[in-house]
């Protein structure tokens, strides 16, 4: 696999979007959370009323490049990316 994601940005969303950082949450094994903060249950918590869309006004990350020769673009809830950079969910 070959990522080279070049630009991230926090912008308002214009509309709705799903979030891709809840993608790699759901995947994971959740019994290696044992030690989430309070903080970071609540913020699972409000993603989950709202689906894991990213709002439109919200502001989220934004990041573009490629992957494998490919453009990609991922947005994310803030708090979930915090998540999953914070417990190494995204080199599993």
């Known amino acids: 696999m070959s990522y080279n994601f070049s630009i991230t940005t926090k912008p308002k969303a214009r509309k709705d979007y799903h979030c891709c950082a809840w993608e790699w949450l759901a995947d994971c094994d959740w019994s290696e959370f044992d030690q989430l903060t ?22 989220y990350t934004k990041t573009t490049g490629k992957y494998e020769g490919e453009f990609v673009v991922f ?9 999953c950079k914070k417990y190494d969910i995204y080199d599993n």
């Open 75 to 83: 947005r994310a809830i803030p708090e979930l990316n915090a998540i």
């Open 38 to 59: 309070f903080s970071e249950r609540k913020a699972i918590v409000r993603a989950k009323r709202n689906n894991f869309m990213i709002k439109r006004g919200d502001i």
